[in-house]
């Protein structure tokens, strides 16, 4: 493929905040009209590569590419030629609206920004519709946020993000403050437009049944780094690494019988930071299966199926450890 | 018909509730006319209690949670009564109210970035907790500060004590409001969807220091959340609102098994099952709108959008009360409640 191919490139991107090592040396590569979706623990670093895409702040090292150009030491200003077709839904949408302005403003604004002249009845038209699609009465846009309820809120900051029919759309934790119905709905609009429209998307969540519906590709981010990458097939049959394992296995089921008996991975507690990695792997002090190895030696990105893992216990040949025969140390394959 | 059986009021009351709310409603004044968000809501939480509360997102749970600590701004109108062992708090001045906040009932609100102070350090806010409510010496809170944070499972909380909210991420600010909410051990805590912004493992984590909470201070928690999994896991009652009202009220398994309100079924069923939509299948939806509350006092809030609906759903206004008299504990307010699987035992007693 060639690089104008994918929607978003990420190359060894690095973003330290002072001693915080958010994000460390991570690539990653969404082709056009795909969805990946980048999961991971909270305070992994999810949120700040959003925000190197988008240029809120500017990475340490690396390279951001969008439709193959090399946007990262672009000026905010040139950036926003191509910001018009790139969108981003905030994870806090309520600190992403303004409050001074009436939601039908917030909604319509990325079509002003893009300078094309729109009438009046349009463009209350085009809110109008905008704010249907995500489940919100019209008269929703005459409200300021803080009128709204926080999952409404949630759904204003969709609404801005679709109106302008981007080809990138940064969503990070699009539907959490939704309930299952409403999420339901902005998913299958979500896949919809997605089709139609065909835009590509780095779809930041913890919800693994979102997941499971909307991504094509999955990557699994743990301390600044990528530990695990593949389809949504692969990763959910035959997770590679341990952690991958663990956060799969501690996903809650809506059934308080089952979920009150349910085997889960326990993970270690000596919880590391990103102000200070563990050297080796850095998921080591609370893997299950961790040994010697591990301290001294980084796992390398091993290919592994149809993406990569980066455990000394993933071969290239498909052999895998199962953490949940951490006890006995096994390894399947 | 009595008030009581209107509102679902429970007949018989076996422990004296910790927090009482007798026909609760709001309405806010907008530029756009008047939004009923809340309607003759009741709810008792006794003593150690963990209820769950689940709706549509704008059904009035978060209304609900902050009227019962006079948190709504000054364009609502709340009527109706809240009592904290006994007292009103409804109309109560301000003063009296800041004394039960934070101390009595503590509060862990839905959107973190909002309620902290962005200019001040987390450890600093959580220390003022300390030191209003606990009366404990600056160190001490500090000291305390950093074993809160640790408990909430954030790393290098030693050293993260001395960040400002924009340092952190959505999930540690998260943990950061719990933090807060148990620092002085209070009586009722309300959690605003406590975990939204936390993947499983943190969750799993979160969840048992909410439960650790109760079994050792004997807290009574008000749980939002549209996240059925952690209903599952963690309630042993469940509130489920649409449009305003309560709907349906029952412990956690008869409800999961159970749903007798035609929302809670669709509520059930709209969650997404692993394993299924492998990017294949749609997902489930309930269609069309939450109503307007105000368009349509006198008839069942979800008649529009009902499979069952018929002309009586129309017309009036089911009340909430028990399907199966012998179940007095599961109270739904539907004309036509789902019917009940064959299998259930008490079907024999009912
Ligand atoms: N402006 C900043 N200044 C200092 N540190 C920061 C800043 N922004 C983020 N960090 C740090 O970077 C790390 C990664 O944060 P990020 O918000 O990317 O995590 P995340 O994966 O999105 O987590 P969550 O799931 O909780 O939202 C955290 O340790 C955080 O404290
Ligand atoms: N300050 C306000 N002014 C006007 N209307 C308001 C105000 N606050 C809330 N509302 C409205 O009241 C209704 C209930 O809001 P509430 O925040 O309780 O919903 P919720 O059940 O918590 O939803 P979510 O799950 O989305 O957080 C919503 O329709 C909302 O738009
Ligand atoms: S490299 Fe070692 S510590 Fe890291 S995930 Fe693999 S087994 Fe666990
Ligand atoms: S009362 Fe009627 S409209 Fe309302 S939920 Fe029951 S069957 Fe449906
Ligand atoms: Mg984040
Ligand atoms: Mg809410």
């Known amino acids: ?333 | 018909m009595t008030t009581a059986e209107r509102t679902g009021a429970p007949s018989t009351t076996i422990e004296t509730p910790v927090l009482q709310v007798r026909d609760l409603s709001v309405a806010f004044t907008t530029e756009s006319g008047t939004v009923s968000a809340v309607d003759r809501v009741s709810l008792d939480l006794a003593p150690g209690e963990i209820v769950g509360m689940v709706g549509e997102s704008g059904c009035g749970k978060s209304v609900t949670a902050m009227s019962i600590g006079g948190l709504l701004p000054d364009s609502a109108r709340v009527t109706g009564s809240v009592r904290l062992q006994g007292t009103e708090l409804v109309g109560t001045r301000e003063s009296v109210l800041r004394r039960v906040r934070g101390k009595d009932i503590a509060y862990i609100f839905q959107e973190p970035m909002t309620s902290l102070n962005p200019v001040l350090t987390i450890g600093r806010q959580i220390a003022e907790v300390l030191q209003v409510h606990e009366r404990m010496s600056r160190r001490a809170a500090r000291a305390r500060a950093v074993e809160l944070l640790s408990l909430v499972g954030i790393p290098s909380a030693a050293t993260r004590v001395d960040n400002y909210p924009h340092q952190l991420s959505g999930g540690m600010r998260q943990r950061v409001m719990i933090a807060m909410a148990v620092a002085c051990g209070p009586k009722v805590l309300v959690a605003d969807e406590p975990t939204t912004a936390l993947d499983v493992t943190v969750q799993a984590g979160i969840l048992q220091v909410l439960r650790d909470l109760r079994d050792r201070l004997g807290t009574t928690i008000l749980v939002i959340t549209h996240d059925l999994g952690v209903i599952a896991d963690i309630a042993d009652r469940v509130v489920v609102m649409y449009a305003g009202r309560v709907v349906e009220r029952a412990p956690v398994t008869d409800l999961f098994a159970f749903p007798y309100h035609r929302y809670t079924a669709g509520l059930l069923s709209a969650s997404p099952t692993p394993g299924v939509h492998a990017g294949t299948q749609r997902l489930q939806e309930i269609p069309g709108l939450v109503p307007v509350l105000s368009a349509q006092p006198d008839a069942c809030t979800f008649a529009d959008r009902c499979p069952a609906a018929d002309e009586r759903c129309r017309e009036a206004a089911p009340p909430l009360e028990a399907v199966r008299p012998a179940l007095t504990e599961h109270v739904a307010a539907c004309w036509h409640p789902c019917p009940t699987p064959r299998t259930r035992p008490e079907e024999t007693i009912a």
Not at chain 1, 48 to 66: D, F, K
Not at chain 1, 215 to 238: C, N, P, T
């Open chain 1, 1 to 333: 493929m060639t690089s104008q191919e994918y929607a978003l490139e990420l190359s060894d991107l690095v973003m330290h905040f002072g001693a915080v090592r958010a994000v460390d040396g991570v690539s990653l590569a969404i082709p056009r009209g795909r969805v990946t979706a980048l999961v991971g623990e909270s305070g992994s670093g999810k949120s700040t590569v959003g925000r190197c895409v988008v240029r809120l702040v500017e990475p340490t090292a690396g390279t951001v590419r969008i439709a193959g150009a090399d946007v990262t030491h672009l000026s905010r200003r040139q950036l926003r030629r191509h910001r018009s077709d790139v969108s981003i839904v905030f994870q806090d949408p309520a600190g992403s609206l303004d409050p001074r302005m009436l939601v039908g403003d917030i909604v319509a604004e990325p079509l002003r920004l893009s300078g094309r002249r729109i009438s009046r009845r349009d463009r209350d038209a085009r809110v109008a519709t905008e704010l249907g699609r995500v489940g919100l009465r019209a008269e929703v846009a005459r409200r300021y946020p803080h009128e709204l309820s926080g999952g409404q809120r949630q759904r204003v900051s969709i609404a801005r993000a679709l109106i302008s029919e981007p080809m990138l759309l940064i969503a990070d934790e699009p539907t959490s403050a939704l309930d299952v119905s409403v999420q339901a709905s902005v998913l299958n609009l979500l896949a919809d437009l997605q089709r139609d429209i065909g835009f590509a998307c780095l779809f930041i969540t913890h919800d693994l049944s979102a997941v499971e519906y909307l991504a094509d590709d999955i990557a699994v981010m743990y301390l600044g780094q990528l530990v695990e990458k593949g389809s949504r097939e692969q990763i959910f049959a035959r997770p590679g690494h341990p952690y991958t394992q663990a956060l799969l296995s501690a996903a809650p089921v809506a059934d308080p019988e089952r979920q009150r008996q349910r085997q889960q991975v326990l993970l270690g507690d000596d919880l590391p930071t990103a102000l200070d990695p563990p050297s080796g792997c850095r998921f080591r002090t609370r893997c299950p299966l961790a040994f010697d190895r591990c301290a001294t030696e980084v796992p390398a990105q091993v290919e592994y199926g149809d993406g990569m893992a980066a455990c000394h216990l993933v071969q290239p040949d498909g052999t895998r450890p199962d953490v949940r025969a951490a006890d006995t140390n096994e390894v399947v394959s």
